[in-house]
């Protein structure tokens, strides 16, 4: 395999990567520039989705959608709204009504919680905040995590140079679950929580979940958000091409993830956690 | 007023601009870079904020909490939860207990109707995405809005040269709202859907609302979500600086909005609408 400027990169170890030619995530649309010249660029699709679990609805995303089964699953887990070891009896998918639908063997016990919650607080945000917070505090991570440099200066090639569409349409985010310096998952989509939720999910449906031994590189900032979905995934490592926020920061330190930022080309911040070496 | 190569930049017409000094925004922050040296830097701050509505919890928001009382205004209004007519009678910022409540002269309609439905949807987003579409139906824009290739030159010039969080600390995005080529309330969050809200909230209070005159000048991307809190004010026109998606397109060409990406230097792409005048 070789990048556009005819380099050989590294051997593909993706099990998952973009699909940029893939006709339902672009579309061509016509404009002009600022001379006032016709111009026709690809742009990113971004469709609502609506997600039940067991006949409940739970929220409409805007996604990409091309993994719906990946999407539903990793954020009804990151939510904590189903558990590592909930049997998933079922995922369908209906295009046409744009609805995902995730079945479970048993009743998750969520359900039961909303149902009691929502008649006082109104919207589950906020009680799906504070339960996250409770699974928080029993959660293992791997303490002993390790990155090397060369890991990290090997990944980013390699996904950089990745066909993408990033690459073919921009206004897109990136998430990427790698093992050492191999990528595995590569998953793009209008929202950078919803590629750690389909990475997540597709990790946990190949039974790879928890993630102890995998480093996931997000493109752009990291936010709690992305920090509390790998926490609960049990993630290894984070790398973030930008910054970090300070509740970011504080709750990897607190859980001893090891947390990197602005890692660009030969540089990189190390903010917390874990073992890392220079080599 | 200079930039930082000692340049004289526009008069300074904003009413609010970032305020980077202010120790509440960000941390100190200490790290090891990729050699193994100590270093340190300022990272963006990221706090919970539950906001009420009357006594009923809404949602809980990430936000760096400069500005609690026009997010919370303004998240309201975005979402169609309290209306351009309802009287705000008033906004009790708790920063303890990391609350907001926001109250109005009567009871808003929105209660009511959230009562009910999340009985049988479990959670108010799907529900409010559905609301807010039915507002959308009787939105009229300003079909006449103009926007200049001098007034964006101008605009980006001042707005890249203003000290903000994002040249202090990064991590973190910009709304701008314009009267022609006056930048008059920046405001800057950990979401940019914040940063929006934040701005229509001041707005609002201010009497601008419907902002039919003025342009939405907005860092990174551009989702359906910010296209529909832009209608929702009546905004004249969108600037990106990064792309759109396709639901972001649609949505603005279906309201007649000017919507533009790729703001940069001398170059911008035209996706939508209005009058644009190359001059």
């Not at 929502?118 to 991570?141: H, I, N, R």
Request: glycine share 8%; aromatic share 6%.
């Amino acid at each position: 395999m070789t990048d556009s400027s005819g380099d050989k990169i590294a051997d593909d170890t993706f099990m998952v990567r973009p699909d940029p030619t893939n006709p339902k995530l672009t579309e061509r649309v016509s404009g002009v520039d600022q001379n006032g010249n016709p111009i026709e660029t690809s742009v990113t699709v971004e469709r609502p989705l609506t997600l039940f679990l067991n006949g409940r609805e739970i929220v409409t995303m805007m996604t990409i959608c091309d993994y719906p089964d990946y999407l539903a699953v990793g954020y009804l887990l990151n939510q904590n709204m189903i558990h590592p070891d909930d049997e998933v009896t079922g995922i369908d998918y209906d295009e046409e009504i744009e609805t995902v639908v995730v079945r479970t063997a048993t009743e998750t016990d969520f359900e039961e919680k909303l149902k009691k919650k929502t008649l006082t607080s109104g919207c589950a945000q906020g009680t799906v905040f504070g339960d996250v917070m409770e699974k928080f505090e029993t959660v293992k991570l791997n303490q002993e995590a390790v990155l090397k440099t060369s890991w990290l200066y090997a990944l980013t090639k390699t996904i950089n140079t990745t066909p993408s569409l990033y690459l073919e349409a921009g206004a897109i985010h990136g998430c990427v679950l790698c093992d050492a310096d191999k990528p595995l998952l590569y998953m793009e989509d209008v929202g950078r929580h919803n590629a750690v939720d389909k990475v997540i999910g597709r990790a946990f449906m190949d039974g790879l979940v928890p993630l102890t031994d995998y480093v996931l590189v997000v493109s752009g900032r990291v936010s709690y958000e992305i920090v509390a979905k790998a926490i609960s995934a049990c993630v290894g490592a984070i790398v973030a091409v930008s910054g970090p926020t300070t509740l970011a920061v504080d709750t990897a330190r607190r859980h001893d993830l090891l947390l990197v930022g602005f890692a660009r080309d030969d540089r990189m911040n190390i903010y917390s956690g874990g073992q890392w070496v220079n080599s």
